[in-house]
């Protein structure tokens, strides 16, 4: 019943924004896929882009392939896991509870190690080499710098991997 709404409203008001010119593309936020294919069932303007979750802890393979077959640009947030929230529980694959915040996990920094980079490099790169657009926000210039700095050095399939294999399906955006 949102989602019908949600597309409506998306079709509708929206739409004519686009028609009169006063935007160019549209684009929504925390939709899963069942949300995008009611959508994409009513609308008339498709969605450029789905703003989600998106970090190894929170890999959403379904949702990647989804978005990338039906040419919608994936939007990655809290790329480093909100790491002034406190870190969840995590569900670990083996069973166990790990309450390991993202930047600090040793898998991350081992990458981040071999490759002379930090562990919000690694994870900034992990998004561009799954092909996923990533918003990046800090207070401070010189991680502004460093997180721009990322374009020089390349992640195996292998370390894509590992870092997927993190994957314990944890938000921390509730
Ligand atoms: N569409 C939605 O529903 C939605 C939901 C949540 C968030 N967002 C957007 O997504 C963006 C980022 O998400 P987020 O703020 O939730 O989480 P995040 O990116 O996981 O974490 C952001 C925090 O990481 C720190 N940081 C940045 N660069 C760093 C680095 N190189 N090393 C260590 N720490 C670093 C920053 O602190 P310092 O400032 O101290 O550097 C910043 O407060 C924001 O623009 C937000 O508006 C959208």
């Not at 028609?19 to 593309?25: A, H, N, T």
């Not at 008339?44 to 379904?62: D, F, G, M, S, W």
């Amino acid at each position: 019943m949102v989602g019908r709404m949600i597309g409506t409203l998306f079709c509708q008001r929206d739409g004519e924004a686009v028609d009169e010119g006063l935007v160019k593309s549209m684009g929504v936020s925390n939709f899963n896929v069942s949300q995008l294919e009611r959508l994409l069932s009513v609308c008339r303007i498709k969605p450029a882009a789905n703003q989600v979750e998106l970090h190894p802890y929170l890999t959403q393979p379904e949702l990647v392939e989804y978005c990338k077959s039906k040419g919608i640009v994936l939007i990655a947030y809290s790329p480093f896991g909100c790491p002034a929230l406190p870190c969840p529980a995590l569900p670990c694959p083996s069973g166990e509870n790990s309450p390991v915040p993202l930047l600090e996990n040793p898998a991350v920094k081992e990458i981040a190690q071999k490759h002379g980079k930090t562990s919000a490099q690694v994870l900034i790169r992990f998004h561009i080499q799954r092909g996923i657009t990533t918003i990046l926000k800090s207070n401070l210039l010189a991680r502004i710098v460093e997180n721009a700095e990322v374009y020089n050095f390349h992640l195996t399939r292998k370390k894509i991997q590992t870092l997927e294999g993190l994957d314990c399906n944890t938000r921390f955006i509730k």
